[in-house]
């Protein structure tokens, strides 16, 4: 049996195949940077208690948090640990992302889910990319940021009223539980990421378009522009806020030249396909 895993900090999609059959399996997003040892291990074996783990003979793990060699290693001992006969890769979600979009090909990878990262993709390996600056000092556009920009409208009272009466209604915004969760709890990229569906479904209103096209243009400028010397590359996105607001990543991208632009929910189709003759 052969595992395909892609991490992000909200959400693992997993893949086992035995044979010819494709076993979807899902989890919390396995982000080292916010998880313990013991905490990723918990995870994991909860999620395959049912699967019998020592028939798992390869793994092909994508991780956010994996760029780093240090967090490749501490995934790969775990792994080992719940899956003791697997031989196994850990590599960045990054890889995953333009493994997927471009199999063997190449051109710019960018992820926009939860978190933001890109990079440029020879067919092989990535290249060259830009340094993740994390949630808080970078990740523009991504989900995470699309709900900082909403939570600080909304208390600094800059959120319109009509949209402030609706964003109270449907989360919790007591003030010192918001900065529990984003401050002291586990995975507060993912709870960032929680208010972004708010904004997809209102991106129809003006004040939220706004935001919206900020994001883009700021993800463009500190994701796309630095790898970029060849404007015909084309550019894979890959992620549900980069999917579910295509139109208006597209739109805003389009404004300032980019146009050979293409878009994917999950790398998991692609993983499958890419690593099939394993």
């Not at 999620?47 to 501490?74: D, L, M, Q, W």
């Not at 402030?164 to 002291?184: A, G, H, M, Q, W």
């Not at 990229?189 to 994001?215: C, Q, V």
Request: glycine share 8%.
């Amino acid at each position: 049996m052969i595992l395909i895993a892609d991490s992000g900090s909200g959400k693992t999609d997993w893949i086992l195949r035995s044979d010819k059959i494709l076993i979807p399996f899902k989890s919390i997003g396995l982000n080292p940077n916010f998880l313990s040892d013991q905490q990723l291990k918990k995870h994991i074996v909860h999620t395959f208690k049912k699967v019998k783990r020592a028939e798992v003979k390869r793994i092909f793990f994508y991780g956010a948090g994996c760029g780093s060699r240090v967090n490749r290693i501490r995934i790969n001992k775990i792994l080992g640990v719940v899956f003791p006969n697997a031989s196994i890769s850990v590599q960045s979600d990054l890889l995953a992302a333009a493994r997927s979009s471009f199999g063997r090909g190449k051109g710019i990878a960018c992820i926009l889910g939860t978190g933001a990262n890109s990079g440029i993709y020879d067919g092989k390996l990535i290249t060259r990319t830009v340094p993740s600056l994390g949630f808080i000092m970078g990740e523009e556009g991504s989900g995470n940021w699309i709900g900082r920009q909403l939570l600080k409208a909304f208390y600094e009272r800059a959120m319109p009223a009509r949209l402030s009466k609706k964003f109270k209604r449907t989360f919790n915004t007591d003030l010192p539980d918001v900065i529990e969760k984003i401050y002291r709890r586990e995975r507060p990229t993912a709870y960032l990421a929680s208010f972004a569906p708010f904004a997809i479904e209102n991106r129809k209103d003006h004040f939220i378009r706004k935001i919206l096209k900020e994001g883009s243009l700021l993800f463009a400028d500190r994701y796309i522009r630095p790898l970029r010397h060849n404007t015909r590359s084309p550019i894979r996105f890959t992620g549900s806020i980069a999917y579910f607001l295509k139109d208006e990543v597209k739109n805003a991208l389009g404004t300032i030249g980019y146009r050979n632009i293409t878009f994917q929910r999950s790398p998991i189709p692609g993983l499958v396909q890419y690593h099939s003759k394993v």
